[in-house]
């Protein structure tokens, strides 16, 4: 059988035994979503954020991407971010990397792979940053290590903007989670929170007139 009807099928199973064993879940989800998490994570079919954190439909708002990245000109990322935190009210936004990233592999070679290079220099950015630490490591080490501190540069990419900051002023929320997914256990690995009361390293980011 193809797999998009494969796909359909399987759809059809899943709602009769979603409705078999709660007869209005499907009622109650089409009247209104109340998630209180913003996803942000890679595009990688194999970190799917409601799999691999039990999460039912409508809990958790979510928005993909290769390598996970948090691109100030992104209209996509930011549309979404907006909606998440002035709409839906959330009060955790995760940014969600995992070992063994294919974009964070490409990252740090150095051959072109097409027009994804324009996506990856945001990456190759982030060892810049973190140069003198990666070079003393080696292998999957530095690829693993440049994946946790890539999700720590994201979130910092979130609480630099006047969005998240003007949300913190008023609300005292979202607080900011950047997480690790091992492929070979299963697990989420914590790199990083930022509560709404922290101050940023580096002022020059910090909004006065909010």
Not at 149 to 157: A, D, R, S, W
Not at 187 to 204: G, M, N, Q, R
């Amino acid at each position: 059988m193809l797999r998009h009807k494969q796909m359909l099928l399987e759809n059809k199973a899943w709602s009769a035994e979603i409705q078999e064993a709660d007869p209005t879940f499907f009622d109650r989800m089409a009247n209104q979503q109340n998630p209180q998490v913003l996803w942000i994570g890679c595009s990688d079919s194999r970190v799917a954020p409601d799999d691999i954190t039990q999460a039912k439909p409508g809990e958790i708002f979510t928005h993909r991407n290769i390598a996970n990245l948090v691109v100030h000109t992104d209209l996509n990322l930011f549309s979404v971010v907006e909606y998440a935190v002035n709409v839906l009210g959330v009060t955790d936004i995760v940014v969600c990397g995992h070992y063994g990233c294919g974009g964070v592999k490409a990252a740090l070679s150095r051959s072109s792979v097409g027009t994804i290079d324009k996506w990856l220099r945001y990456i190759k950015d982030v060892y810049r940053i973190h140069k003198t630490e990666l070079d003393n490591l080696d292998g999957e080490d530095k690829v693993n290590r440049l994946i946790e501190l890539n999700v720590q540069e994201q979130i910092y990419n979130l609480a630099k903007t006047c969005l998240i900051q003007t949300r913190w002023k008023t609300n005292q929320a979202p607080y900011l989670h950047g997480w690790v997914f091992d492929l070979q256990s299963g697990t989420l690995k914590s790199i990083i929170d930022i509560a709404p009361e922290t101050s940023l390293d580096d002022p020059i980011f910090e909004y006065d007139n909010l």
